[in-house]
């Protein structure tokens, strides 16, 4: 097996790797767009030479490929492997994506990206071990559940309704909280969002027939807050993006009474399944959405590489470091 730069020419194979690699679940549960070949083919002709890119190969047969999308943070560059930017052939997987991996990480600090993402489904476990025995772990958690499934509510208690332009700020105010609940114990994610952005996309979905925004109130304050609209990888799915609940309104039925009414929408929307995401470590959201009905479909890996390597490391001279040596 050979690791050589991913060209185009790989492009039709790897197409097909990816749609065998994600066919139609048999328990009924989402199915991914990915299973289709000539979606497979479009995403990868998209996302061609959006950053490092490379192929496994036998004999001039592709085995697998990895590729890598790369973006600039606060004070970093990420790493993003998205879910339509990796697969291998279901034999000799571990071997595949250990080759596959090894031949980028170097390129990818020396970049300066030392934070790497994988997406992977949550069916691929062998996927999933290969990567942790790299040194990835959890991160977040992608759930779904079927919307034919109501959510019941308690009689007389929280009635969200829809967000209007007027709720802007508010709407920002939330989102500031919930960033900051993040950077608390044990999900430590520092609280840094790009609110311009944040705010360009509550813009964009109040305008949208496709899309919801949910609020409750009290004493003309929101309480919570619950985003969706079409997934953009699951087929007939809704998903639910920015969701919070103030401190002070938790435990009062808000985050029931705004998912239930999400759910309703989706429902009537033609949406069969509702998902979300979460982060692995944050206790709050992992029981809440876990004890309502989401089981996961897919997780997002990271691993967090310590930037020092960048002067620590093949030629690090430790004569002039440490002179009284």
């Known amino acids: ?142 759930g779904a559940r079927p919307t034919s499934a109501p959510i019941e509510t308690r009689q007389g208690g929280v009635r969200p309704r829809e967000a209007d332009a007027d709720d802007l700020e508010d709407l920002l105010d939330l989102t500031v909280e919930l ?20 705010r360009d996309s509550f813009r964009s979905a109040l305008g949208d027939e496709r899309q919801l925004i949910l609020v409750t109130e009290e004493h003309g304050r929101l309480t919570g807050m619950m985003q969706a609209g079409p997934d953009s990888r699951y087929l007939s799915t809704a998903t ?13 039925g808000v985050g029931r009474a705004l998912l239930s009414g999400v759910v309703d929408w989706a429902a009537g929307h033609g949406f069969e399944t509702c998902g979300t995401e979460w982060t692995s470590a944050n206790l709050v959201g992992d029981a809440f959405w876990r004890g309502h009905g989401f089981a996961p479909v897919g997780r997002t890996l990271t691993r967090r590489i310590d930037a020092r390597v960048s002067w620590a490391g093949t030629e690090f001279n430790y004569r002039y470091a440490l002179p009284e040596l």
């Open 240 to 252: 639910i993006g920015i969701a919070v609940v103030t401190a002070s309104a938790r435990s009062g």
């Open 1 to 142: 097996m050979d690791v050589v730069p991913f060209e185009r020419r790989f492009i039709e194979p790897a197409a097909a790797l990816l749609a065998d690699d994600h066919p139609p679940p048999a328990d009924g549960g989402p199915a991914l767009d990915l299973a289709e070949i000539d979606v497979a083919r479009r995403l990868l002709d998209q996302s061609y030479d959006t950053g490092p890119a490379v192929a496994a190969v036998d004999d001039g047969t592709l085995l697998g490929f990895m590729a890598v999308t790369t973006t600039h943070g606060p004070e970093q560059r990420h790493a993003r492997v998205r879910l339509h930017q990796h697969a291998s052939a279901r034999r000799g997987k571990r071997a595949i994506y250990r080759r596959l991996y090894a031949a980028l990480a170097g390129r990818l600090t020396a970049l300066g990206a030392f934070e790497h993402t994988v997406v992977v489904s949550a069916a691929h476990d062998d996927t999933v071990t290969a990567l942790f025995e790299l040194g990835f772990g959890a991160d977040q958690i992608k």
């Open 179 to 198: 960033q900051r609940f993040h950077a608390h114990s044990p999900i430590l994610r520092p609280a840094l969002v790009d609110l311009r952005a944040i």
